[in-house]
């Protein structure tokens, strides 16, 4: 499904790109489409970028067209200026960023490849030798590259959580956040197991999703 919004890069305010600031049109890590469109799920975040693409920059411009309180609007404006639908802060204004949407109506989905191939790709980025350097922050790349973790972890297998860390740490130093990732996005199960000490219960981590190689006769 595509949508077009003719109107909204001309409506948008535009902010110049602050040095440091690191802008989605440099990065290949940009966001999904589908990940800006989770964005605009939540009600509130919706009002926000409308009233910002209707001209608002300040916090208190937004709050007021958008008819959110203060709180709720600068929630939505902080989320969307995370998830790369926006830039800009407080002091400085908003501004909508045309060149996301552009870029996002331009790519084709990472997790719908032709012959099976982008994954790999993708993957292949954010590996140097044998370490996983960057997680993306983009969903879809990210779930190619945690699909490229859950099969380190054999099927019906299951781990205890310092195992389950020694593995991904070969991988990447920050292991918890990896472990989370893996949890959160269905690879991996986890429950409070007694341990085997009797002393006390362990968590247990076992596989519950992503590719797995299937040997078949042709």
């Keep these: 499904m595509s949508a077009r919004c003719p109107d909204l890069g001309q409506q948008a305010s535009t902010l110049p790109q602050q040095p440091g600031a690191v802008h989605n049109d440099a990065m290949d890590d940009a966001p999904e489409p589908r990940d800006l469109l ?41 989320r969307l200026v995370a998830g790369g639908l926006l830039e800009g802060a407080p002091r400085s204004g908003y501004g909508v960023r045309a060149d996301v949407l552009r870029a996002a109506a331009r790519r084709p989905p990472a997790d719908r490849p032709e012959g099976g191939q982008v994954g790999s790709e993708v993957v292949g980025r954010f590996l140097r030798g044998d370490r996983h350097v960057q997680i993306p922050a983009a969903r879809g790349k990210r779930l190619a590259v945690l699909d490229h973790l859950a099969g380190l972890f054999e099927p019906g297998r299951r781990y205890p959580e310092r195992e389950v860390n020694e593995t991904l740490r070969a991988w990447h130093p920050d292991y918890a956040m990896l472990r989370r990732y893996l949890v959160d996005e269905g690879f991996l199960d986890r429950a409070d197991e007694p341990a085997p000490s009797g002393s006390r219960s362990e968590k247990v981590y076992w596989r519950t999703g992503g590719t797995v190689e299937v040997d078949g006769d042709s």
């Design 38 to 78: 989770a964005l605009l799920a939540e009600p509130d975040r919706l009002k926000a970028l409308a009233a910002v693409a209707l001209g608002a920059t300040t916090l208190a411009e937004v709050a007021g067209r958008a008819g959110l309180e203060p709180r709720e609007a600068a929630r939505a404006l902080n």
